[in-house]
């Protein structure tokens, strides 16, 4: 059974940072996609960032571009969010996701995604 594990959502100050991790288990290869999303109370889940399989391809939604950094390490089986300059529009809770699917102009569409980790909230005041 396919787990995605999230950790190292927090609480931070306006202008801050913070690093999501999610490591993946009971998959026996590497997925060719994996993103980050978020969503907040009210709002539609949003594509945060996704990356190929090697990390040599990735893209952002234009709200955190220049602030955050997507990157995967496939010898741990994980993905991992740096975020920094964080706003307090950024709070919401972010879901790590993985595809079959290859990396693609859809990489930020959640219908593309198959297995999603369990959320972690980050709060970000001003």
């Known amino acids: 059974q396919v787990q995605l594990v999230q950790s190292g959502g927090d609480s931070v100050q306006a202008g801050g940072s913070l690093r999501l991790s999610c490591v993946v288990s009971?998959?026996?290869?590497?997925?060719?996609?994996m993103g980050w999303f978020r969503q907040s109370p009210g709002k539609q889940r949003e594509g945060v960032a996704a990356i190929s399989t090697g990390g040599s391809f990735s893209r952002y939604a234009d709200s955190v571009k220049g602030r955050f950094t997507i990157s995967r390490d496939n010898t741990k089986d994980a993905v991992y969010l740096e975020m920094t300059s964080l706003k307090p529009e950024d709070t919401a809770t972010y879901y790590c996701?993985?595809?079959?699917?290859?990396?693609?102009?859809?990489?930020?569409?959640?219908?593309?995604?198959?297995?999603w980790g369990q959320g972690t909230q980050v709060t970000v005041s001003s």
């Open positions: 009971g998959y026996t290869t590497i997925f060719p996609c």
């Open positions: 996701a993985a595809t079959f699917s290859p990396y693609d102009g859809t990489a930020l569409r959640d219908v593309s995604y198959q297995y």
